[in-house]
């Protein structure tokens, strides 16, 4: 992995497919893994010690850092190469676990309990990363995504329900005429993802049955992403329409989080709607996304404008509204009624508590709505590369146990990843350049313990 000075400091295009043996044992080195060893020593207790906690757990690791497609591939590269049997602790060729030992660990890893621990084992190195670096996670976007699996025996899923069970799902997506267009139907589970839009790192996840609505984890997403970030860095949250309802809007307005959520048509018989507080004398309406709009009806037929957003006041809870006509710098038949003698012009506050869901602190229809929306494409790339460049939908695996500790494993992965790549020494573009470190990468490298736990809005 080469970075340069001018580059990204989460370059992701530049991982390796096979990062060398220095890279590989810094990472195993620096994983916080102490509390999960210990828990799964403590359970072997009075079992079977063929093959040692480190080593199943180096292995079971090292096929995500590999990116080998199967648990086969990446045993048979062990059997292969010596210095990464080293690595993996493993003193000889005969030492190497069997395919079924890797799956027994993986359901083993999969107990609740030892899911709790590796969910730390991210929270931890999330927290370390949003510490430091000052940006990550102002602005986040969420979506869901699905992903394919395999059931268990009837057996087994009746004898632990603790963990969510794959499921057959199915997905309708609508027309501008809210007519099915396509539908898409798999089995598996529903990943939810909240991602920093800059740097593409991921700061919650959820898995959920297939048949869970997409909007029901929001709180709790929103709650671990809280918990991972300095107290108030969460502004903008961009979302999908699947958002898009009174509960999602209230929570975020409850944290002063601004949400960027695309409109869900609702309206059926009607376009438009008076303001309320102005009776049928007055030229002010709105739409269903939100948009303010006044009639100029001394024209005939009357003509219908856009009103001018110019700002959102906290304070009062109101989003601001000038005429158009003095705004914009044309002439209006109305002037002479709407604004009489004012010379800044007619000005609508409209308040949210009207609806929540249509007046959000960034209108929608907005430059700035337009540019934060956007910022979607972030989780969408993060997504694909769970899915594509770590495996999570290869739709193999089977038992829900099993499923739930390879995604968990990817979390860590992920976040180890970006650890990496934000304290990579870097070089100034040219081959016998002198490689440093940035700022941050300084910052991590002298960062020892965990950082302080930072206090939600709620909690305060």
């Known amino acids: 992995m080469r970075l340069t000075t001018t580059g990204k400091l989460f370059n992701w295009d530049s991982l390796d497919d096979s990062p060398d043996l220095m890279a590989l044992k810094l990472l195993l080195e620096l994983l916080p893994d102490?509390?999960?060893?210990?828990?799964?020593r403590l359970r072997r207790f009075r079992g079977r010690n063929d093959y040692g906690i480190a080593t199943l757990w180096r292995v079971h690791m090292l096929r995500y850092f590999l990116r080998h497609p199967t648990m086969e591939s990446c045993l048979a590269d062990l059997r292969?190469?010596?210095?990464?049997?080293?690595?993996?602790?493993?003193?000889?060729?005969?030492?190497?676990?069997?395919a079924w030992n890797?799956?027994?660990?993986?359901?083993?890893?999969?107990?609740?309990?030892?899911?709790?621990?590796?969910?730390?084992?991210?929270?931890?190195?999330?927290?370390?990363l949003a510490f430091i670096v000052p940006e990550m996670g102002r602005h986040v976007a969420g979506d869901s995504s699905c992903l394919s699996a395999r059931a268990d025996s009837k057996e087994a899923c009746l004898k632990d329900k603790r963990l969510p069970q794959p499921a057959g799902g199915r997905k309708e997506y609508?027309?501008?005429?809210?007519?099915?267009?396509?539908?898409?139907e798999w089995f598996g589970y529903k990943f939810h993802l909240l991602v920093d839009v800059r740097y593409e790192v991921i700061l919650a996840w959820q898995i959920t049955s297939a048949t869970a609505s997409d909007v029901g984890p929001i709180p709790e997403l929103v709650r671990q992403a809280q918990g991972h970030l300095p107290a108030g860095r969460m502004e903008t949250l961009a979302y999908d329409k699947a958002a898009d309802d009174i509960g999602t809007h209230q929570l975020l307005h409850q944290q002063r989080i601004k949400p960027v959520v695309e409109n869900r048509r609702m309206w059926r018989e009607e376009s438009e709607r008076m303001l309320p507080g102005h009776d049928g004398t007055s030229n002010i309406v709105y739409d269903e996304a939100g948009s303010v709009f006044c009639y100029d009806k001394v024209s005939d037929p009357p003509v219908k404008r856009k009103m001018a957003y110019t700002g959102y006041e906290p304070s009062c809870g109101t989003l601001k509204y000038r005429c158009p006509a003095m705004h914009e710098g044309f002439k209006c038949p109305m002037t002479h009624i709407c604004n009489k003698n004012k010379s800044y012009g007619k000005t609508v506050r409209v308040k949210q508590a009207i609806d929540l869901r249509r007046f959000p602190p960034i209108p929608r229809g907005t430059q700035e709505f337009e540019r934060r929306y956007k910022g979607r494409?972030?989780?969408?790339?993060?997504?694909?590369?769970?899915?594509?460049?770590?495996?999570?939908?290869?739709g193999n695996v089977t038992g829900a146990k099993r499923f739930h500790a390879q995604v968990a494993t990817m979390m860590v992965v992920h976040a180890m990843m970006a650890t990496a790549l934000a304290s990579a020494p870097r070089h100034s573009g040219k081959s016998l350049s002198p490689v440093r470190l940035s700022r941050m990468a300084l910052a991590l490298r002298d960062h020892n313990g965990s950082p302080p736990k930072p206090t939600s809005r709620s909690a305060a």
């Open 174 to 184: 609508l027309d501008d005429e809210d007519k099915v267009s396509k539908v898409y």
């Open 102 to 128: 890797m799956s027994r660990f993986e359901e083993v890893l999969g107990e609740p309990e030892h899911q709790k621990l590796l969910r730390d084992m991210f929270e931890l190195l999330t927290r370390k």
């Open 34 to 40: 102490e509390r999960l060893l210990a828990a799964l």
């Open 80 to 98: 292969r190469n010596a210095a990464l049997r080293e690595l993996a602790m493993i003193a000889d060729v005969e030492k190497v676990p069997k």
């Open 377 to 394: 494409s972030a989780v969408e790339r993060v997504n694909a590369r769970c899915k594509l460049f770590w495996g999570a939908d290869d």
